[in-house]
């Protein structure tokens, strides 16, 4: 399996802080896409990163990807609460579907 | 900004019944999906489907699903008969072929 497995599984900052996960994978990718899902609800599209990228940025947004060590990261800056949620990778080989990780829960308190 | 949607957010159905579950993706979108995520699982691959056929189906995909693109907006998701471990919530998604995909908000299905 593919699957991307992110760390840790739950993270409580201070509103203002950063907030830093990780995902490791474990067959080469065509690209590696983030999701945030508040409770109950569907699956919002962050931001995606193809296999010749290493970093990209999206507002307060910057994901990172190491293909060597098959591993990306996710740092949301200046956080607000707001941004409580669970944040998904998912990882696309060259098949069209997306492999899902059991995801990190982001507690931001004011 | 264009969305996914998808009807209704809530089926409760009896074990064995046949349910439809609707999507409507994104207008220009040649790429479609259904997933589902079962309660505090992960979610979970069902089916991908581009140019009017099905391209890719896990194994969760059995003869008891099927999809159909019955107009130019309309996508669906077919469970024959009903079992109990087929309560999820589902997923539908769309891509315009850049590699994105965009969910919709779900629909939350109830087998009893």
């Known amino acids: 399996s593919q699957q991307g497995e992110e760390d840790p599984q739950a993270l409580s900052i201070q509103e203002g802080e950063n907030a830093t996960m990780n995902c490791s994978y474990k067959t080469s990718i065509n690209n590696l896409q983030w999701y945030r899902q508040n409770s109950g609800r569907g699956l919002v599209h962050l931001i995606l990163?193809?296999?010749?990228?290493r970093e990209k940025h999206s507002g307060r947004l910057r994901v990172t990807l190491d293909t060597s060590k098959k591993s990306s990261s996710l740092l949301i800056t200046a956080s607000r609460a707001a941004d409580t949620a669970s944040y998904f990778c998912?990882?696309?080989?060259?098949?069209?579907?997306?492999?899902f990780g059991a995801g990190t829960t982001v507690t931001v308190r004011a | 900004e264009p969305e996914v949607t998808q009807t209704p957010s809530h089926q409760v159905t009896q074990m064995g019944q046949e349910v439809i579950l609707r999507c409507v993706p994104i207008?220009?979108?040649?790429?479609f999906y259904w997933y589902r995520q079962i309660l505090g699982q992960k979610v979970e691959f069902l089916v991908s489907?581009?140019?009017?056929?099905?391209?890719?189906k896990s194994e969760i995909f059995d003869d008891q699903f099927s999809v159909e693109r019955p107009d130019g907006s309309n996508f669906t998701l077919k469970i024959r008969s009903t079992k109990l471990e087929d309560s999820a919530m589902y997923f539908c998604a769309s891509g315009g072929g850049t590699g994105e995909q965009y969910f919709g908000p779900g629909t939350r299905l109830t087998v009893t």
């Open positions: 990163i193809r296999s010749n990228e």
């Open positions: 489907f581009y140019n009017n056929e099905i391209s890719e």
């Open positions: 998912a990882t696309e080989a060259n098949d069209y579907k997306l492999s």
């Open positions: 207008s220009n979108h040649l790429y």
